[in-house]
């Protein structure tokens, strides 16, 4: 393999393996909080449907809000985790253009979270814990999902999260996205995924209001605190899952593996905890996100 | 300075001085644009007496409209956290919150008092939009908990006027927080048996609506007030579509089931006396 002027390829080529995975530690390790939007909004990484195929095994879909429809950007059912019966929810954004339009960019409209809240219920009447996974950039603004109620659909959702008689264990794998995301994630355990964001607004639409220009979004993204980093210690999530090196979308597989570990610990830790005192402690945790944890 | 100013000013002051008339004697009705005596406008709360639109409020007219002869006890909040993230945009958080102290002369975008309504006795909590759009942060979060443990420890209904942009960005995560937050003191005061009863005012949207302003046992709009999750304009950059005349009013809500009654501000009292009257009966322990 070696050239005429002394160059040895394979050598080489492990050099620059090595330079460049350098490269991507650095990169990885300061990531701006625009920066991690981005990869929280990677095409690539892992979705809540990859979540439910390698985590929930006899996955058994459950549809509709018993009222209006099937809201595809959220997907429900039941199935085995780790052997054990449990209720996932998770918003979908899908993967390609026919997906995406599909689960409407994972965009929920109300009967989305009607059916959060039905299938909730139901996991509570039969002890199954919940699992949610999160990645929307927020519910749907349209008019439709005004007509039908989209502000009472959230409140209700997230009501049933904190009511829940089982544990609930959220998990932010992409993108956080305000009123949308709580809906599914007042859990009694919230874990992010390393370079997920999870904000009140984007950052585009922070900037578009507060600096009147959408253009500002990185510096909105600083401002926002919205890394996993800035809410864990703002105490407002429970633990960071590290993502493989260059982020979740490189490495599915041991990306889902690290979930599955992180929600497996979750679970256990949970294990025998009777409803009143989950419900209870559930309670203290959010009301404490005030002062008490800024303060 | 220049010769308006300094030499044309001083006549037209004198001229204006003959009558010494206040500016703000007459209002123009935003609506209408009918022109309002000040007097007849506060007799009639606010309410334009040509078109019927109701003016935004502040929360001393609310506390002061709610309460049986004007008579009730606020209560000291929390004192709100400065500025938990150092944010600043245009402008830091910190001076905002300043200068909205200033101008509306309260902490936060919160108002909570008690006192007898109809002779019943009630728990009331009233936003305060001029205070930076009337958005919930952890102060907000703080006095609707207060308000709801004030109810319970009273053994009386909770009634909460919104009116609210939605979330405090300035607050990030935090802000997003006190949705969950708000969710739980609803619970308190429904577990403890006692009413939840919102009243929606102009505007009320974002993470208020979808969270403590829909949950209320009662939900109550005044006429015309703006209420929904999304903003409007947001709604239209993303279906690409015209809205329908009167979407998002109080009375799009009721037509789509998503409250129970518009009530007109000089009708908010009495109806809101008959309904505390009415679900408190079959409370046992208020009774007693």
């Known amino acids: 393999m070696s050239e005429p002027d002394g160059i040895n390829i394979a050598d080489e080529v492990v050099r620059l393996i090595s330079v460049a995975d350098r490269q991507l530690r650095t990169t990885y390790s300061r990531l701006t909080p625009w920066q991690k939007t981005q990869v929280a909004r990677h095409p690539d990484r892992p979705k809540a449907k990859d979540y439910i195929e390698k985590l929930i095994t006899d996955f058994t879909p459950l549809a509709g809000d018993r009222a209006f429809a099937d809201d595809a950007a959220v997907l429900g059912g039941m199935g085995r985790f780790r052997g054990r019966p449990v209720m996932v929810l998770g918003t979908e954004k899908g993967t390609d253009t026919e997906s995406r339009v599909k689960h409407n960019f994972g965009m929920a409209r109300p009967e989305g979270y009607r059916k959060a809240r039905r299938l909730i219920e139901l996991a509570g009447r039969f002890k199954l814990p919940i699992l949610t996974f999160i990645d929307t950039a927020g519910a749907f603004p349209g008019i439709e999902a005004e007509a039908r109620g989209q502000a009472e659909a959230i409140a209700r959702s997230i009501e049933a999260c904190l009511e829940a008689p089982v544990p609930v264990i959220a998990t932010i794998i992409g993108e956080g996205g305000s009123g949308g995301a709580i809906a599914l994630a007042a859990g009694d355990i919230v874990l992010m995924l390393e370079h997920a964001v999870y904000s009140v607004i984007s950052p585009e639409g922070c900037a578009s209001i507060l600096w009147r220009d959408a253009t500002q979004a990185s510096v909105a993204a600083e401002a926002l605190r919205l890394t996993a980093e800035d809410l864990l210690r703002l105490k407002l999530i429970d633990q960071i899952v590290p993502e493989p090196l260059g982020g979740a979308q490189r490495d599915k597989t041991a990306t889902l593996y690290a979930v599955g570990l992180a929600i497996q610990e979750a679970l256990s830790n949970l294990n025998g905890t009777d409803a009143a005192t989950l419900r209870q402690r559930r309670r203290e945790k959010f009301l404490a996100m005030g002062r008490e944890t800024i303060g | ?288």
């Open chain 2, 1 to 288: 300075m220049n010769w308006l100013t300094e030499y044309v000013r001083p006549k037209i002051r004198t001229l204006f001085a003959l009558s010494s008339v206040p500016d703000n004697l007459w209002r123009q009705c935003p609506s209408c644009q009918q022109m309002l005596f000040h007097r007849d406008l506060t007799a009639n709360l606010k309410v334009c007496s040509h078109c019927g639109h109701h003016m935004r409020a502040d929360s001393t007219e609310r506390l002061d409209w709610t309460f049986d002869e004007n008579t009730y006890t606020r209560i000291e909040l929390p004192r709100p956290v400065a500025d938990p993230l150092r944010f600043r945009d245009t402008k830091r958080y910190a001076d905002r919150l300043k200068d909205a102290r200033e101008k509306t002369h309260t902490e936060d975008a919160i108002t909570v008092a008690h006192g007898t309504i109809g002779g019943q006795k009630a728990v009331v909590a009233v936003m305060e939009f001029n205070f930076i759009g009337g958005s919930m942060g952890a102060a907000v979060g703080d006095a609707i908990v207060a308000a709801a443990r004030l109810a319970v420890l009273q053994h009386v209904p909770l009634i909460i006027f919104t009116a609210s942009g939605g979330a405090r960005m300035q607050e990030g995560a935090i802000s997003l927080m006190q949705m969950p937050r708000t969710v739980i003191a609803t619970r308190m005061v429904k577990d403890a048996g006692l009413p939840f009863i919102v009243v929606l005012t102009d505007p009320t949207t974002g993470g208020v609506t979808a969270s403590f302003a829909m949950l209320g046992d009662i939900q109550i709009a005044e006429p015309g007030a703006m209420i929904g999750f999304a903003g409007a304009r947001v709604i239209e950059q993303t279906v690409r579509e015209k809205l329908p005349e009167g979407f998002q009013r109080a009375e799009y809500l009721l037509e789509h089931g998503i409250i129970d009654m518009v009530v007109k501000r000089t009708e908010m009292q009495a109806t809101l006396a008959r309904v505390i009257g009415l679900l408190m009966q079959q409370e046992p322990k208020a009774a007693a």
